[in-house]
T-cell receptor, first 116, second 113 residues
């Protein structure tokens, strides 16, 4: 069974600094997608960034970038120039490319606090 | 505006009283799904649907029912709610398989007493 592990339940960072959130996953598939979702205190789930496993290049969205290490099954999220609005729960998620189940598997989340 | 709409946003009910949480999307998405979120457990899938009249169980389907009679609607039904179903529920939709990313509703906070 596929699993997603986020080993850091909580993290904090000073405003304007850089922070990296870790995520590892376990799968026997070769084609899949990985995601980072953000959940601010408003509880809305917001897609931050998406990575296709067959692409070597790491995805980037403004201040958010990933370090995708396929062999190590690692998918970390780097937030540069942290802002107070980045305070949120962050969830790493995984889905198979060819899966018919439509299941997006989530990690347990990392609570990030950005301090002024 | 493209969105997934869930209602109600908050609900308190008593054990055994049937309830329905509605979910509607206006993006013509094929895939829809229900998740529950509990502290320390992340989000777990309850049921999903690949299209009209096509539904299947996720990881935690016990105590829940769903139906997909129209493409835009995917209600979640609790026939006899119990306190262990107290949770935050999310509906989500995707244009195809979730490789495109799910769009989530704003969540329903359910308390069963």
């Amino acid at each position: 069974a596929q699993t997603v592990t986020q080993s850091q339940p909580e993290m904090s960072v000073q405003e304007a600094e850089t922070v990296t959130l870790s995520c590892t996953y376990d799968t026997s598939e070769s084609n899949y997608y990985l995601f980072w979702y953000k959940q601010p205190p408003s509880r809305q789930m917001i897609l931050v960034i998406r990575q296709e496993a067959y692409k070597q290049q790491n995805a980037t969205e403004n201040r958010f970038s990933v370090n995708f290490q396929k062999a190590a099954k690692s998918f970390s999220l780097k937030i540069s120039d942290s802002q107070l609005g980045d305070t949120a729960m962050y969830f790493c998620a995984f889905t198979n490319y060819g899966g018919s189940q439509g299941n997006l598997i989530f990690g347990k989340g990392t609570k990030l606090s950005v301090k002024p | 505006e493209a969105q997934v709409t869930q209602n109600p946003r908050y609900l308190i009910t008593v054990t055994g009283k049937k309830l329905t949480v509605t979910c509607s999307q206006n993006m013509n998405h094929e895939y829809m799904s229900w998740y529950r979120q509990d502290p320390g457990l992340g989000l777990r899938q309850i049921y999903y649907s690949m299209n009209v009249e096509v539904t299947d169980k996720g990881d935690v389907p016990e105590g829940y029912k769903v139906s997909r009679k129209e493409k835009r609607n995917f209600p979640l039904i609790l026939e006899s709610p119990s306190p262990n179903q107290t949770s935050l529920y999310f509906c989500a939709s995707s244009p195809r398989r979730p490789g495109y990313g799910y769009t989530f509703g704003s969540g329903t906070r359910l308390t069963v007493v």
